[in-house]
């Protein structure tokens, strides 16, 4: 989706704004899955997407969004809303930062 919206050069804070407000633990599970294409280096943390090479700038944005501290405590809070294990264990791997 997030792709989608930069290659068709959609409002991309305006899509984050809504992903950050949205209810948990759906939105937290997204967050939890996507955060394990953040590519963390010493110069620059950005999502790794062979849709987003042409576009850095977006890449960036969406890797600094899901690499804010506050993403964190909320996957925490999501994996106790959760019964199944299995996202459970996306949630659970999630917390651990490049």
Known sequence: MLTLVVT???DLERVL???D???DP????HM???RSDVIYQA??????SAYLEEHRDAADRIGAFLA??????RIET?????EDPRLRQVLSDATYLG
């Not at 804010?68 to 405590?73: A, L, N, S, V």
């Open 8 to 10: 068709a050069h959609g």
């Open 32 to 34: 939890a899955v996507l």
């Open 43 to 48: 110069s620059r943390t950005f999502f790794h």
């Open 26 to 29: 759906a939105a937290a599970i």
């Open 68 to 73: 804010r501290p506050e993403i964190t405590p």
């Open 78 to 82: 999501a994996f106790f809303k959760v």
């Open 21 to 23: 407000g949205a209810e």
């Open 17 to 19: 704004k809504v992903w």
